[in-house]
Nanobody, 126 residues
Framework: VQLQASGGGVVQVGDSLKLTCTAS????????LGWFRQAPGKAREFVSA????????YYADSVEGRFTISRDNAKGTGYLQMNSLKPEDTAVYYC????????????????????WGQGTLVTVSS
């Protein structure tokens, strides 16, 4: 299964972007979905996740209230709506899929995700 994140770009502070995660040869609808990001010189960090079985959502404190994760199981896609973007949101954003059995505490952990896609670069300029 190959995942692909798209929708990144260069925006100004306060702008919005919507990232999309798609899967080839399979559907994301069978998995829990997460978004992670990696800024230059920094470690990969958790951004948001949505659990398959009940669509419970999880957010990093740094994006809570500004980002919204969603999924369309009919299309087998996932989304990350990013509003009020800040320079510190600049990073490569990755989508990843985790088994539906992943427990809540592990939804924040990159090691719980066993499928990753190539990232999409988001640059927020001030």
């Amino acid at each position: 299964v190959q995942l692909q994140a798209s929708g990144g770009g260069v925006v100004q502070v306060g702008d919005s972007l919507k990232l999309t995660c798609t899967a080839s040869a399979s559907s994301l609808s069978a998995y829990s979905l997460g978004w992670f990001r990696q800024a230059p010189g920094k470690a990969r960090e958790f951004v948001s996740a949505i659990r398959r079985r009940d669509r419970a959502t999880y957010y990093a404190d740094s994006v809570e209230g500004r980002f919204t994760i969603s999924r369309d199981n009919a299309k087998g896609t996932g989304y990350l709506q990013m509003n009020s973007l800040k320079p510190e949101d600049t990073a490569v954003y990755y989508c990843a899929a985790a088994p539906p059995s992943t427990i809540t505490s592990e939804m924040y952990n990159a090691r719980a995700y066993n499928m990753w896609g190539q990232g999409t670069l988001v640059t927020v300029s001030s």
